[in-house]
Nanobody
Framework: QVQLVESGGGLVPAGGSLRLSCTAS????????MGWFRQAPGKEREFVAAITRSGAYTRYRDSVKDRFTISRDNSKNTVYLQMNSLKPEDTAVYYCAADLSGSYYLSHVEYGDWGQGTQVTVSS
């Protein structure tokens, strides 16, 4: 099991940027594939981005491609989500999640460990 803590959320105007961080403690971080998900009020949790254990492969939901970048630093036990050109529809609570298989799944059911979430609000 790994414990995850997100940070970096906040209020930003449309077109602005934020960088979310998710720091892990517990079992070896470099063994885990990592994902970012988000959930807006009244909506289901949705996939945002994922990265394999080595960082060699990434994937994104279509609506964030070319705006968001997922990366990781295994020496710091941290995964990042750089979010540029933010839109009001990006407003949500953002969660990071860990998958022990080391892959980069789209489905939240593949992830066994979750952080508490960080709020991102984009004003129009």
């Amino acid at each position: 099991q790994v414990q995850l803590v997100e940070s970096g959320g906040g209020l930003v105007p449309a077109g602005g940027s934020l960088r979310l961080s998710c720091t892990a403690s517990g079992r070896s971080f470099s063994s885990y594939g990592m994902g970012w998900f988000r959930q807006a009020p009244g909506k289901e949790r949705e996939f945002v981005a994922a990265i394999t254990r080595s960082g060699a492969y990434t994937r994104y939901r279509d609506s964030v491609k070319d705006r968001f970048t997922i990366s990781r630093d295994n020496s710091k036990n941290t995964v990042y989500l750089q979010m540029n050109s933010l839109k009001p529809e990006d407003t949500a609570v953002y969660y990071c999640a860990a998958d022990l298989s080391g892959s980069y799944y789209l489905s939240h059911v593949e992830y066994g460990d979750w952080g508490q979430g960080t709020q991102v609000t984009v004003s129009s």
